[in-house]
């Protein structure tokens, strides 16, 4: 029982990482149409922002409300570069799609190189809380805090996300853009402004995740939010391409098949039954779980 409870709840935090990746992404492409190939530079920006921050920042620190300070230090500059890169880079593409995808991953690799040419390619200590290095008793199992953090951070973005998205102005454009962004334009409505804040939002929520990536893993990598963003995208199509609640049940179908999978069977047999599911949804829902089947 206390192994089924440990697994649950990790897999949980696993799933929690991923949902912070790919709520952004899922919003993106509904909205925009654009796949960002470049997604996790935001992720690696947010972590390596947070771990300067943390031993420079003024204020800042690996505990207590400086811990605080650093992490929104982190999301800030990974929201400003997603902001750069759509005025800059992903506007002048729009419905250009192999154009789009070629920016995006060639920023991504350069974002790569540049994070490893400033810091180095080697994975460098993270500072966490040391609260964060504990663990929690639940119902008998010792769960470590650092995936009870990620998943209470989450489940306040997930929050934050439906009520943004149900109960303001632009959340609601942001939603009958992706319904139909055509007659959202036909209305007179400046759609390029909602792409700007959900590109800001979806590197907000990525560079969250790099920054308690950090704490998760113990370590900061050049690489992180690569890795990352391969299974941020099985979860947005498992999901259904903008729906952040389909990004949420995906995330914990995916987090939980991991876990379990590769505790009981081999390890990295999880990644391969996740591509199984991947494929399963693909073939039965091609408009994901939570999707709208297009119409002609």
């Known amino acids: 029982m206390n192994t089924v409870v440990l697994l649950t ?4 935090g696993l ?17 925009a149409d654009v796949l960002n190939f470049a997604h996790g530079l935001f992720l690696g920006v947010g972590a390596y922002a947070t771990w300067w921050a943390s031993g420079n920042l003024p204020g800042a620190g690996p505990d207590g409300f400086g811990f605080v300070l650093a992490v929104v230090f982190g999301v800030l500059a990974g929201s400003l570069v997603a902001v750069l890169v759509e005025l800059v880079l992903i506007r002048p593409l729009y419905s250009r799609t192999i154009e789009q995808v070629l920016v995006t991953v060639g920023l991504s690799l350069a974002g790569v190189a540049l994070l490893q040419a400033t810091w180095g390619a080697d994975p460098r200590p993270f500072p966490r809380p040391d609260w964060s290095r504990g663990v929690t008793s639940v119902l008998g199992a010792q769960v470590p805090n650092a995936g009870l953090l990620l998943i209470v951070a989450a489940a306040v973005v997930l929050g934050a996300l439906l009520a943004f998205l149900r109960w303001t102005r632009y959340g609601l454009i942001i939603r009958a853009g992706v319904e139909n962004r055509e007659m959202v334009t036909a209305l007179g409505i400046d759609v390029r402004k909602a792409f700007t804040l959900v590109f800001a939002i979806g590197g907000a929520a990525a560079a969250l995740a ?3 990536g950090g704490v ?3 370590t900061v990598s050049p690489g992180q939010g690569g890795s990352l963003l391969i299974f941020a995208f099985i979860v947005v199509v498992i999901g259904g391409m903008g729906s952040v609640v389909g990004s949420a049940y995906a995330a914990v179908a995916v987090g939980l098949l991991q876990q379990f999978v590769n ?8 990644d391969l039954c996740v591509v199984g599911l991947l494929a399963v949804v693909l073939l039965l829902r091609p408009q994901g779980l939570a999707g709208k089947v297009a119409h002609a």
């Open 263 to 270: 505790y009981y069977g081999t390890s990295g047999l999880g």
């Open 216 to 218: 998760y893993f113990g």
């Open 210 to 212: 790099g920054a308690l």
């Open 15 to 31: 799933a929690a990482l991923y949902f912070l990746v790919a709520s952004g992404l899922s919003l993106v492409f509904g909205l």
């Open 9 to 12: 709840l990790t897999g949980l």
